[in-house]
């Protein structure tokens, strides 16, 4: 394999440092850091979370020494904007976990092999997205308005609360179809135990129907930050990476803010601005006949953004305890 060759618009090297370094990590996570069945703290997981953003801005680094200065900012702004949207769904993992009752020492269990399916997941929505702008450039301005649609109704929602998951045709339809059992068996997604005939069948665990659940929210997720993504950069490799690097740390993020989720509850209505402002840009940019906004606006009305949101949100719930 000739490691110059280009795939998807860079060179395969450029592919293979990537997923060398996403190997590592989950290598790191699941074999060094995070060995057996316990309960991560608090102090554990902020140490988590700042390493993997870290690493995550870091890579934006090795971008500008190879692609330059836009293709890095494009990056950063992909990264924060895609660490915000996964900080949103948190408030629904928590909601999963909390509704299957799934212990906090077997949690990070769920969230790790969730987040390997995340990276095929995006992989393939990714792909078929690049695909799809490629060859339809109009695909961008579809996006842009449905990012503006999306970014209204969550305004409009106010402060909802998140959907129960019992309310889930999926989930319903996966606990008529497959064989459940009881109660947790120990850290296992699957159990051989004697059925109502006596014969010994395949179970699964609400384990392993938690994490059904976290992959289709993510799913869910997907809808939304993909399209904010290309909206962004129409580079595959900018796109993949920062999605990658940014949920990679999501898992160590969840047990970050768990306890604190209830403090946050002007983060929606600040991710509903982004979002409206990343679609609103792109149509903006077209109707002036530019290739897009400047790289370093969006990572600066991003942060504002962002900052403004979660600051206003510390401010009016200071001293607020969590619901129960």
Do not use: C
């Not at 993949?240 to 940014?246: E, G, H, L, P, V």
């Not at 983060?267 to 077209?286: E, H, N, R, T, Y």
Request: charged share 15%.
């Amino acid at each position: 394999m000739d490691l110059s060759s280009l795939i998807m618009g860079q060179p395969a090297w450029m592919w293979l440092t990537f997923l060398a370094v996403v190997v590592v990590l989950l290598v790191l996570d699941l074999g060094v850091l995070n060995r057996g069945d316990q309960e991560i703290g608090v102090r554990k997981s902020l140490m988590l979370s700042l390493f993997y953003i870290t690493i995550g801005v870091a890579f934006g680094g090795f971008v500008w020494l190879q692609l330059g200065q836009q293709p890095a900012l494009e990056y950063w702004t992909g990264f924060v904007v895609e660490k915000s949207l996964a900080m949103d769904n948190v408030f629904v993992m928590a909601t999963i976990f909390g509704f299957f009752a799934v212990p906090r020492h077997l949690q990070h269990r769920v969230l790790f092999w969730g987040i390997l399916g995340v990276i095929v997941l995006r992989a393939i929505m990714i792909g078929f997205g690049a695909t799809l702008v490629q060859r339809y450039e109009w695909v961008l301005l579809v996006f842009a308005a449905f990012l503006i649609f999306t970014g209204v109704r969550m305004l409009m929602s106010g402060h909802e609360e998140d959907a129960d998951p019992s309310e889930s045709r999926m989930l319903n339809w996966l606990t008529r179809h497959m064989r459940v059992t009881n109660g947790f068996v120990g850290n296992r997604f699957f159990v051989r135990q004697p059925g109502p005939s006596g014969r010994t069948l395949l179970y699964a665990t609400p384990l392993f129907v938690a994490l059904v659940a976290i992959e289709f929210a993510d799913l869910v997720f997907a809808v939304d930050s993909v399209p904010a993504i290309f909206a962004i950069t129409t580079d595959p490799y900018l796109v993949y990476t920062s999605n990658i690097f940014a949920i990679l740390g999501l898992r160590a993020l969840y047990f970050a803010l768990a306890a604190i989720l209830h403090r946050f509850v002007y983060l929606k209505p600040a991710l509903a601005i982004l979002l409206i402002f990343i679609g609103g840009k792109v149509i903006v940019a077209d109707l002036l006949g530019i290739e897009k906004v400047p790289p370093s606006i969006s990572l600066g009305v991003t942060f504002v953004i962002l900052a403004a949101g979660v600051a206003w949100s510390l401010i009016k719930t200071r001293g607020d305890k969590p619901a129960h």
